[in-house]
């Protein structure tokens, strides 16, 4: 039977890859995101297990133990109808391959599926020149789709998606897996008979992501704060050793990625290039261009222009859900039991209110169409005004710039509550606005929105003040 846990939702990929089946011409697609997304299950669901040829690299191994479990493969799959001579190099290893594919009958599109792509590229394996002399002097004008797939980053883009040699520009079909989406969450426990409140889906977000092999390791029958505790705090949690080998497996080398994160969790509103430059000791020049691209690439951060500024000018911001958590509560050099006390501290609820906010500008897109404006073009960023003379400093997150003549200056709040507006709270939302207005010079309408998990209680103040308010349930659409 198929198995169904790491692909629930995931609607808009599955039909990507479906559609390959129907194309006129050979594709090379390249699967690319961050280790525990779910690439190999999204593949094997899309095309329902029904590959020509799929093998799975073979990490840390030499070229011969390689080219072995490939040719032995096919020789497995055709029932022992190519049984050969294990070559010596990767040319003779694709021209059995070749001639395999060769010799189904069949007018379906063919599928070939090699996942971990990068390691079957052992050192000066030859790997990667002869698989480009199989697409480029053969493949190319078949029948066929050629999946690759791998979770190290570096690999994937500079030796696939930005190859200067035979593969330059052959890609014509890309997938960046992200994490899922809050609703897909949702999607994924029901569809294991867990029937979670969206506030408890929204605190095990906050503390795990969307990656559906984290998300696996939540019982059924246990609180939150018990499930939290017992996966990212036990000595025998599976995921003990998660963060370890995190970024070493995607990036190489991987301690300036770490560097760059460590970095960004320490300012909530993120940090420039020169700002991470000065904290990282990273020198400036491509180099750090590449570890910032590769790291938004695979979610872990993103980059925003605040209002009015150039894009030198961008922010980086952490949004990787678990590396927060990570840095800010550093499980492992907790225990099991650590949890529940730091659960009730105030260091945790100042920690959710930032985690919430991170939340919201990840599910933007939801805001958006929360709003009843997913049809009119916008652009959500972020505005951070120094203090001077004449006026205080100030900071807006998250706010959404509309194409029809108007702002959404939006606040998040984490409250397990109905969140009750102070008449202090409404001054300084009021006296925001009107800075913004005047720092900016906007004849824009300015709309103060609230986005919250209950919504927001009625007070003298609720109305004055706050224009449009949406609760946790708008991140689930």
Known sequence: MENTRFFTGREEETTTLRSLMHTPHADLVAVIGRRRVGKTYLIKHAFKNQFAFHITGIKNTDKQTMIRAFVTKIEEISKSKFPVAIPDNWLDAFNILKRYLSSLKTAKKKVIFLDEFPWMDSHKSGFLAAFEFFWNDWAVDQNITVIVCGSSTTWMLNNVLNNQAGLHNRITKYVRLEPFTLREVQEFFYSKGNRLPQYDIVQLYMALGGIPYYLNEVQQGESVVQNIDRILFSEKSSLKNEFQNLYRA????????????????????????????????????????????????????????????????????????????????????????????????????????????????????????????????????????????????????????????????????????????????????????????????????????????????????????????????????
């Open 250 to 477: 995607l990036f190489d080398p991987h301690e300036k990625y770490e560097l760059v994160v460590r970095a960004l969790s320490t300012k909530q509103k993120g940090l420039t290039r020169q700002e991470i430059i000065e904290a990282t000791k990273i020198s400036n020049g491509g180099g750090l261009t590449r570890i910032l691209k590769e790291l938004e690439e695979c979610a872990f951060i993103r980059s925003f222009a605040p209002l009015g500024k150039e894009k030198k000018d961008l922010i980086y911001r952490l949004m990787d859900e678990y590396s927060l958590f990570y840095f800010q509560f550093n499980p492992y050099k907790n225990s099991a039991g650590s949890f529940i006390q730091i659960s009730g501290s105030p260091k945790y609820k100042s920690w959710t209110g930032f985690a919430f906010e991170s939340l919201c500008i990840r599910h933007a897109q939801q805001i958006k169409q929360a709003l009843g404006i997913s049809g009119i073009y916008a652009v959500e960023g972020a505005f951070y005004a120094r203090g001077g003379e004449n006026m205080e400093g100030f900071q807006i997150d998250m706010l959404i710039d509309r194409n029809d003549h108007a702002i959404n200056l939006c606040e998040m709040k984490f409250y397990a509550t109905e969140y009750e507006l102070t008449k202090k709270e409404a001054e300084k939302l009021h006296q925001r606005r009107e800075m913004f207005r005047a720092k900016t010079q906007t004849t824009k309408y300015l709309i103060n929105t609230l986005i919250t998990t209950f919504g927001l209680k009625t007070n003298a103040y609720s109305s004055s003040v706050v224009d449009k308010v949406l609760k946790m349930e708008a991140l689930f659409s």
